[in-house]
Nanobody
C-alpha cells in the first residue's frame, strides 16, 4: 500500500505558475502509474493528467493540454504537476492518485488534496 501527500498549492494570479508535488511513502512509487485529478466547488472530480510507471506515457485533459506537464522522479518517490498560464477555472482542490497498473487506468489510492486558487 502507498500513502500520498500533495504539496505546492496556493494562491496565484491568472497567468502565473505553480508546481504541485506528490510524495509517496510506504510502497515505492515505481510500482504505480500516477495521476492528478481536481475538484472545483460544486463540481465532480475530474481527470487532469496521468503518467505511466516509467514516465514514457503521459495523458492530459483537453482543458490543460499545452499548459500543464506531469513528470515523475522515482528515485525521489515524487510526482509533479507543473501548471503554467493558470486561469481562474483552474481553481480547485488537486488530488494525486496511484494506479497499480503499468499505465494509467483507474485510481487505487488517493492523496488528501491541495488547494489551488487562481485570482483573476
Amino acid at each position: 500500500q502507498v500513502q500520498l501527500v500533495e504539496s505546492g498549492g496556493g494562491l496565484v494570479q491568472a497567468g502565473g505558475s505553480l508546481r504541485l508535488s506528490c510524495l509517496a511513502s510506504g510502497r515505492t512509487l515505481r510500482f504505480y502509474a500516477m495521476g492528478w485529478f481536481r475538484q472545483a466547488p460544486g463540481k465532480e472530480r475530474e481527470f487532469v493528467a496521468s503518467i505511466s510507471r516509467g514516465g514514457g506515457d503521459t495523458s492530459y485533459a483537453d482543458s490543460v493540454k499545452g499548459r500543464f506537464t506531469i513528470s515523475r522522479d522515482n528515485a525521489k518517490n515524487t510526482v509533479y504537476l507543473q501548471m503554467n498560464s493558470l486561469k481562474s477555472e483552474d481553481t480547485a482542490v488537486y488530488y494525486c492518485a496511484a494506479d497499480q497498473g503499468v499505465i494509467w487506468s483507474a485510481p487505487d489510492y488517493w492523496g488528501q488534496g491541495t488547494q489551488v486558487t487562481v485570482a483573476s
